[in-house]
């Protein structure tokens, strides 16, 4: 299994905090991506990064910043964070099985925004 | 852009067939995924069709048909374990990996 963590696993924060959310890949892969998840809403990609240093915007990108100064450390930045910010939130790495794209992904954290 | 409409719940018994469709529209199309979520859990890869036709994984089959932006899951022998939500994805194209993902299936399996 690729060994992706994400921390902190639970978060409970108020209004107007800022909150950082890390994820860690011991795999060596060039590409990671953040996703939340809402119910009804499915899985939606905040940021990806496609190397050091290399990051861009998903679909849903407004109020979040990425940074990727490691190969193996992905940081999604809530600079201040809103109730529309609860969510779960996946972190995932890119790797390649039988010739299709597969997504692993971190065991997630769930973040509630007071 | 991309969407992805797939039905929200299903329901089926234990031992029996059940087949969650997926229908797409995409600038641009790859392959149709399908991921695994059990309640609490995070998604895990199923399988992945870039091609017309069926492909087999044991009790879990994938088909795909690019001329009818059209895709779906067959679960057999259904097991109350697969109980779970099933998520269709579509790989657009891009050479970045960016999955895009339908809403999801809720499946229960009932004894």
């Known amino acids: 299994d690729a060994g992706i963590t994400q921390s902190p696993r639970h978060k409970v924060t108020e209004t107007g905090t800022p909150v950082t959310l890390r994820c860690h890949q011991t795999e060596n892969h060039r590409y990671m991506y953040w996703y939340r998840q809402d119910p009804g809403h499915g899985l939606r990609l905040i940021h990806y990064?496609?190397?050091?240093?290399?990051?861009d915007k998903g679909e849903v990108s407004d109020g979040y910043s990425v940074s990727r100064s490691k190969t193996e450390d992905f940081l999604l930045t809530l600079e201040s964070a809103t109730s529309s910010q609860t969510s779960v939130y996946f972190c995932a790495i890119s790797g390649e099985k039988d010739g299709a794209n597969v997504l692993t992904f971190g065991a997630g954290s769930r973040l509630t925004v007071l | 852009g991309q969407s992805l409409e797939q039905p929200s719940e299903v329901t089926a018994v234990e031992g029996a067939i059940v087949q969650i469709n997926c229908t797409y529209q995409?600038?641009?199309?790859?392959?149709l995924s399908w991921y695994q979520q059990h309640d609490g859990g995070a998604p895990t890869f199923l399988s992945y069709n870039a091609l017309d036709g069926l492909e087999e994984t044991g009790r879990f089959s994938s088909f795909l048909s690019r001329s009818d932006s059209y895709g779906y899951l067959l679960l057999q022998e259904l097991q109350m374990k697969d109980s779970a939500s099933y998520f269709c994805?579509?790989?657009?194209?891009?050479?970045?990996?960016?999955?895009?993902f339908g809403r999801g299936t809720q499946l229960t399996v009932w004894p």
């Open positions: 995409t600038s641009g199309f790859y392959g």
């Open positions: 990064s496609y190397g050091v240093k290399d990051t």
């Open positions: 994805a579509v790989l657009p194209g891009s050479t970045l990996g960016r999955l895009y």
